[in-house]
């Protein structure tokens, strides 16, 4: 396979023509806004949570490009049903094993936009710590 | 009289002087269409900025001895060669910057700072770039003055009908307009919003970093009272712009950074400037890269910048019109005659980024993103657009790459 087969394989083209937990969920515990200011892509995330901590319910909204958009539709079904704290602590690479494609710098920012802005959200519901690369999602500041 | 027609640029002849396009890109010939972002370069800039290097290199303004002096020389040479450009009447009022940008943030600075307070209004566009709104709006919001902009229509062209209301709202001090905006190609009736801004009693701005490259600039004509350009669009080296300014304005106003060469006298309790431009040049130059873009200007006037309008203008129509044979294709700005070598597109239900990306093995290097020109998108209803943009050396052939590859990444991604 050409790198530009696989760029766009076959699972990524799914993913991005029927995203997965693609909406709103109206009155969720928690949400927050991402910017890729590259590109001026915007994503939401939305979450509810149930007992404990577990993730019962996680949506996003927004635009972007097909790597977006699809790297984001395999977070939402990554995450569902786990642990906010878990989710939280979540490496990059977890997800990006998941996308399995490779990615130049620049379409890294695109790939994980989602999983910054959900790690927001996660922190905003429930506290849990953020990572450095959640610094100016969402108008956050971090120190 | 016999009236000899110009002679028309060969493009194809002026891609041998570019050493870039001897590589393959992906495999492929490199179809380089983001000059708009910056241009490529020919074996005379890049040789003299080499030359300069092994034959010339000292610091300038500083040593008394051979080889200062020499590249003194030279780097006042290249000053003299961008104020024949813009036609200035005097090198002094030509300041070496970093770049565009640069020269916008020291007018925002040096002259705002001191000029600009509560009651009083500054104008820019919808259109512009980051650069020619960021600086002035920060400026405004810090000295209380209020900020503007004068809109666009449908077309991306501005709405000089506003101009009363916004002179009515308050005292206008200073107004920024592009010449040719980087995003949509539309080339701004300057002269006329410069001659209105002057009977607000305003400073006129004009950021001219797109137009350089594709058009003659007159500042005898054009109504700007500061100017601002950057070499790498126009066939020279990263690193190194310029700001023109009225003499008597810069002479009024304080320098933007301070240190060596911009001084003349340092005591303990008080520091004067030195003459123009040096004022506003602290610490050690861009020498290499000045020079070098001493050497594009020369490059550019040999072509002649008349011929190079007129090339990009028909490019610039003719992918209008095979954009405009898809009805998956939303294009946007003015119609050709009103443009230069840039035209934005959409192609429908795909995100710009993947174009881009999809293009790129194709050899086609185009810009998808905002184009530092977020309110420009908000007022289009995007988020992002696809550009290509043109310049002495693209080929029609180009273009046709370009229309292919878009059928492309629809088939891959629709
Ligand atoms: C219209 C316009 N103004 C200003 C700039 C800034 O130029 P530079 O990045 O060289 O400072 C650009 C470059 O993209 C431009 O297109």
Redesign the pocket.
Same mark, same amino acid.
């Given at each position: 396979m050409s790198e530009f087969d696989q760029l766009y394989r076959e699972v990524i083209l799914d993913h991005y023509k029927n995203p997965r937990g693609h909406g709103v969920i109206e009155g969720a515990d928690a949400e927050a806004d991402g910017q890729n200011p590259l590109c001026g892509d915007e994503v939401s995330i939305y979450v509810s949570f149930g007992e404990d901590d577990t993730i019962e319910d996680v949506k996003f909204s927004g635009r972007g490009c097909a790597i977006s958009q699809a790297s984001t539709s395999m977070l939402m079904e990554m995450v569902k049903g786990r642990s906010a704290h878990e989710v939280a602590t979540m490496s990059k690479d977890d997800l990006l094993e998941e996308v399995g494609i490779p990615l130049t710098p620049i379409r890294l920012k695109c790939a994980l936009l989602g999983l910054w802005t959900l790690k927001v959200a996660l922190h905003k519901g429930k506290g849990t710590p953020l990572p450095e690369e959640a610094a100016g999602l969402d108008d956050l500041s971090l120190n | 009289m016999a009236v000899t027609a110009k002679p028309k640029l060969d493009a194809q002849k002026l891609r041998a002087d570019f050493p870039i396009f001897e590589q393959l890109v992906h495999g492929k010939p490199l179809a380089y269409l983001d000059s708009?972002?910056t241009s490529q370069k020919p074996r005379y800039v890049l040789d003299a900025l080499l030359n300069f290097y092994e034959t010339s290199y000292g610091n300038v303004h500083r040593g008394v001895y051979w080889l200062s002096e020499r590249a003194t020389a030279e780097f006042e040479a290249a000053r003299d060669k961008v104020r024949g450009f813009v036609n200035a009447p005097s090198a002094k009022e030509v300041i070496f910057t970093r770049?565009?940008?640069?020269a916008?943030n020291l007018v925002a600075y040096a002259w705002g700072w001191d000029n600009l307070g509560p009651g009083d209004t500054v104008v820019v566009t919808e259109l512009e #770039?980051h650069?020619?709104f960021v600086p002035f709006q920060f400026i405004a919001q810090r000295t209380g003055a209020t900020f503007k902009a004068i809109p666009i229509d449908g077309a991306g062209e501005l709405q000089l009908d506003a101009l009363d209301g916004l002179a009515a709202e308050g005292n206008i001090k200073l107004v920024a307009v592009?010449l040719?905006?980087?995003s949509l190609g539309t080339i701004n009736p300057v002269e006329k919003i410069a001659a209105w801004a002057h009977e607000q009693g305003a400073v006129m701005v004009v950021?001219a970093?797109?137009a350089a490259p594709h058009k003659a600039i007159d500042l005898q004509t054009l109504g700007a009272d500061f100017l601002?350009i950057?070499a #790498?669009?126009m066939c020279g080296p990263s690193g190194v712009?310029a700001l023109w300014g009225k003499a008597e304005l810069l002479e009024a106003m304080s320098p933007f950074n301070m240190g060596g060469q911009m001084i003349r006298q340092v005591r303990m309790e008080k520091t004067t400037w030195n003459e123009l431009p040096y004022k506003f040049e602290a610490g050690t130059p861009p020498m290499a890269e000045a020079v070098a873009f001493g050497a594009a200007v020369d490059y550019l006037t040999a072509i002649g910048l008349d011929a190079i309008e007129e090339h990009e203008h028909e490019l610039a129509a003719y992918a209008l019109d095979r954009l405009g044979e898809l009805d998956w294709i939303t294009t946007y700005g003015p119609p050709a005659d009103r443009r230069a070598g840039i035209v934005s597109f959409n192609v429908e239900g795909v995100h710009p980024h993947d174009v881009a990306q999809i293009l790129d093995w194709e050899g086609i290097a185009i810009r998808a993103g905002h184009h530092?020109a977020q309110p420009l998108m908000a007022k289009l209803g995007v988020a992002a657009t696809n550009r290509a943009s043109f310049y002495l050396y693209t080929v029609r052939d180009e273009i046709d790459r370009l229309v292919a590859g878009l059928h492309k990444v629809r088939k891959v991604l629709t």
């Open positions: - | 708009a972002v770049n565009a940008t640069e916008l #770039h650069a020619n592009g040719i905006s980087n950021d970093a797109q601002a950057s #790498h669009k712009g530092c």
